[in-house]
């Protein structure tokens, strides 16, 4: 099991310790618990204990299930061949990333290196469900863009909204797709505040196994839509305004940096867990939260929305509360939004242990 599964035991942990809090009497120094044995022992322990051992109970148990989404990949990084796209006809094979995805067969069963040359790139890319294996490469993420300009408005090809879901510029339908050093960018503007149908997704990842490294999101409402599966991101950059990074998907962004453009109120995440039995959220370790604005930390889209914030320095725009309940008291019972050795500008507190300290509100 890795690390973010670890994490998200404990704070599954640390929820229902909180939703039991007649089993816990505060004192000054400590915390006793009534055991639950016959004697009816009494112990003093310290919060830190108490959650400690809470957590390594959870560990065991755990760990002894047979839960598929502990189960490793079978990736095939080592590219098989390669593809070359250039916006000079004559120095690739391609000069469009569509064209490039399309010469793949209907069901692709290797890996496929489409090395994207420098340029900026004015297309709507899709990747089919079976053409997995995939890796899209730029010379660059400052040197290499693919952008569009759809909205969650604007009309498909049936005269309908395309939707949230089909606003993306980059949408990535198949498992064991890696990007690197490449920007995915919607060029829509930031909408004014409550303005509807201006959700522009700049990347949809809708697939397991997904890995993203060096690369920037840039867009304004809903630019990351982390739709469902497992994913990486390592030293990214992404940009928005209001639930620019969203869905419901088990995702660790490792080294990124978060950007808010919000021109009054804006949020990070909205992360879309519906249930205690799924197997998702959001972790964020050892990054920054920079920009402008006043800035939530999360919007609960789903009733049990679960995020982590571990290690992580952010600016002095975040919202005191942390977190917006979507309007919904009731998910003010369940929803996580975890804050782990933080360092914030200005604000807050430096935690140097992630057992001692829990902020879910």
Same mark, same amino acid.
Request: proline share 4%.
């Given at each position: 099991?890795?690390?973010?599964?670890?994490?998200?035991?404990?704070?599954?942990?640390?929820?229902?310790?909180?939703?039991?809090?007649?089993?816990?009497?505060?004192?000054?120094?400590?915390? &006793? /618990? &009534?055991?639950?044995?016959?004697?009816?022992?009494?112990?003093?322990?310290?919060?830190?204990?108490?959650?400690?051992? +809470?957590?390594?109970?959870?560990?065991?148990?755990?760990?002894?299930?047979?839960?598929?989404?502990?189960?490793?990949?079978?990736?095939?990084?080592?590219?098989?061949?390669?593809?070359?796209?250039?916006?000079?006809?004559?120095?690739?094979?391609?000069?469009?990333? +569509?064209? #490039?995805?399309?010469?793949?067969?209907?069901?692709?069963?290797? &890996?496929?290196?489409?090395?994207?040359?420098?340029?900026?790139?004015? *297309?709507?890319?899709?990747?089919?469900?079976?053409?997995?294996?995939?890796?899209? *490469?730029?010379?660059? #993420? $400052? *040197? /290499?863009?693919?952008?569009?300009?759809? /909205? #969650?408005?604007?009309?498909?090809?049936?005269?309908?909204?395309?939707?949230?879901?089909?606003?993306?510029?980059?949408?990535?339908?198949?498992?064991?797709?890696?990007?690197?050093?490449?920007?995915?960018?919607?060029?829509?503007?930031?909408?004014?505040?409550?303005?509807?149908?201006?959700?522009?997704?700049?990347?949809?990842?809708?697939?397991?196994?997904?890995?993203?490294?060096?690369?920037?999101?840039?867009?304004?409402? $809903?630019?990351?839509? $982390?739709?469902?599966? &497992?994913?990486?991101?390592?030293?990214?950059?992404?940009?928005?305004?209001?639930?620019?990074?969203?869905?419901?998907?088990?995702?660790?962004?490792?080294?990124?940096?978060?950007?808010?453009?919000? +021109?009054?109120?804006?949020?990070?995440?909205?992360?879309?867990?519906?249930?205690?039995?799924?197997?998702?959220?959001?972790?964020?370790?050892?990054?920054?939260?920079?920009?402008?604005?006043?800035?939530?930390?999360?919007?609960?889209?789903?009733?049990?929305?679960?995020?982590?914030?571990?290690?992580?320095?952010?600016?002095?725009?975040?919202?005191?509360?942390?977190?917006?309940?979507?309007?919904?008291?009731?998910? *003010?019972?369940?929803?996580?939004?975890?804050?782990?050795?933080?360092?914030?500008?200005?604000?807050?507190?430096?935690?140097?242990?992630?057992?001692?300290?829990?902020?879910?509100?």
């Amino acid at each position: 099991m890795s690390n973010l599964h670890y994490l998200f035991i404990f704070l599954a942990v640390v929820l229902l310790f909180l939703q039991n809090p007649s089993r816990v009497h505060c004192h000054t120094k400590g915390i &006793r /618990t &009534r055991r639950s044995s016959g004697k009816g022992l009494l112990t003093n322990m310290t919060r830190v204990q108490y959650s400690e051992e +809470q957590f390594m109970k959870w560990v065991n148990f755990v760990g002894s299930l047979k839960h598929s989404v502990f189960k490793a990949a079978k990736n095939k990084l080592v590219a098989s061949y390669t593809l070359h796209v250039d916006k000079n006809p004559s120095a690739g094979d391609f000069t469009s990333i +569509q064209e #490039a995805i399309d010469s793949l067969p209907f069901v692709n069963l290797v &890996r496929v290196l489409i090395k994207v040359h420098a340029g900026v790139y004015t *297309e709507k890319v899709n990747i089919p469900a079976f053409k997995s294996y995939i890796t899209i *490469e730029g010379d660059g #993420a $400052d *040197e /290499t863009i693919v952008k569009w300009s759809d /909205t #969650a408005q604007t009309p498909g090809s049936n005269g309908r909204p395309l939707g949230t879901y089909g606003s993306a510029t980059f949408a990535v339908n198949s498992p064991y797709f890696i990007a690197k050093n490449i920007t995915f960018q919607n060029t829509t503007p930031v909408p004014a505040p409550g303005a509807i149908g201006k959700q522009a997704v700049a990347l949809r990842i809708s697939a397991d196994t997904a890995a993203f490294v060096g690369c920037k999101f840039l867009g304004a409402q $809903d630019t990351l839509y $982390d739709h469902v599966g &497992r994913h990486y991101y390592k030293d990214c950059y992404i940009e928005g305004s209001v639930d620019f990074i969203f869905g419901n998907s088990l995702s660790l962004f490792e080294g990124c940096h978060v950007h808010a453009i919000a +021109q009054s109120t804006g949020a990070v995440t909205a992360q879309g867990r519906s249930s205690m039995l799924e197997d998702t959220g959001f972790s964020f370790v050892n990054c920054k939260v920079t920009g402008s604005g006043a800035l939530y930390l999360g919007r609960a889209w789903g009733p049990f929305s679960r995020v982590v914030f571990a290690y992580t320095y952010m600016d002095n725009i975040i919202i005191p509360k942390g977190w917006y309940n979507w309007g919904d008291p009731n998910r *003010e019972t369940y929803v996580t939004l975890s804050l782990l050795h933080i360092f914030i500008h200005k604000n807050y507190i430096s935690v140097p242990n992630m057992f001692n300290f829990f902020w879910i509100p």
